[in-house]
């Protein structure tokens, strides 16, 4: 086995012990590269059954419509099951103030959302596709993630994983975030990608789109930023390194169309790809860490 074997082989196993320990869990969907991996490898973890995840997708009204789009394709081309609920609905019912601002993203209003979903459906276990290499708060991450009754993420409640050994016991009410590709790196995603000839949404590729630079960064023109008189848009040849709102997404300029052309870049480059454009990492030293102790993904 080579290294994209070994790291295939843990990531069904864990999906396994998923669906052997859990008796609801769901796969959260993002329509990124790393939850369209996650859907490959449990398709290929339960075939010939029918993968036994039910896809959340909790949607901020802010997203990318290629990504949207992909979503809804995978969907059917597989015959999956998918739950949407909308950030939007959350906010009127429960009176929360909207984000504001240039860039006005909806991250941390999804807390709000996912935790009344996995309420309403009663996951007790959420698969999502969170690699350590991505972030500091996520390389503390342990495989199985315990959250108590009050979905709050405690680092000092965390159990042990020695041996391959996953222990997923809760109480009625508690939920655990389950993290398959946890040893993956960004490069192994797309050398997975590639050897698996995986589709994902354009946005990943080069392609022309109206931006402006904000603090550095190329972030997208949409009807979701508030532009001022000292933005310059320019249309540019951009790709995006990971896909989330398009408030807090910045795009690289890239030439890159293929995945061997992606993965040429990825070799010249040390900066994660949370660490060079996600605008929502840098709110704060502890931005990605704040989030996840009030429940967030």
Same mark, same amino acid.
């Given at each position: ?83 949407? !609920?909308? @950030?939007?609905?959350?906010?009127? $019912? ?7 601002? =240039? #860039?006005? /993203? ?102 022309? !789109?109206? @931006?402006?630079?904000?603090?550095? $960064? ?7 930023? =508030? #532009?001022? /008189? ?68």
């Amino acid at each position: 086995m080579d290294y994209l074997d070994q790291l295939e082989s843990e990531s069904i196993f864990i999906l396994r012990e998923v669906a052997g320990q859990f008796s609801n869990p769901a796969l959260l969907f993002s329509g990124g590269k790393d939850s369209i991996t996650l859907v490959h490898l449990s398709i290929k973890a339960f075939f010939p059954l029918q993968v036994p995840f039910t896809l959340v997708h909790i949607d901020t009204g802010h997203n990318f419509k290629e990504a949207l789009e992909f979503r809804d394709y995978l969907v059917k081309k597989h015959g999956l099951r998918l739950v949407v !609920r909308q @950030v939007e609905d959350t906010i009127k $019912r429960k009176n929360i103030p909207d984000a504001t601002g =240039k #860039l006005p /993203s909806r991250n941390t209003h999804q807390t709000y959302t996912l935790l009344e979903t996995i309420s309403e459906f009663g996951f007790d276990c959420c698969i999502g596709g969170a690699r350590r290499d991505e972030e500091k708060a996520r390389a503390k991450e342990r495989i199985f993630s315990f959250r108590g009754k009050d979905n709050m993420w405690k680092p000092q409640l965390q159990r042990p994983e020695v041996w391959d050994i996953l222990n997923g016991r809760i109480h009625e009410g508690e939920n655990v975030r389950a993290f398959p590709l946890s040893n993956w790196t960004e490069r192994d995603v797309w050398e997975y990608i590639q050897r698996h000839t995986i589709e994902l949404p354009s946005l990943y590729f080069a392609h022309e !789109r109206e @931006v402006f630079k904000l603090n550095g $960064r190329w972030v997208a023109n949409s009807p979701f930023v =508030k #532009l001022d /008189s000292n933005d310059q848009l320019e249309t540019r040849k951009v790709r995006f390194r990971t896909v989330g709102d398009m408030t807090c997404t910045a795009a690289i300029e890239s030439e890159a169309s293929t995945v061997q052309e992606v993965l040429n870049e990825l070799y010249q480059t040390e900066l994660s790809e949370r660490g060079q454009t996600r605008l929502d990492d840098h709110i704060s030293e502890t931005g990605m860490e704040d989030r996840k102790v009030q429940g967030y993904f």
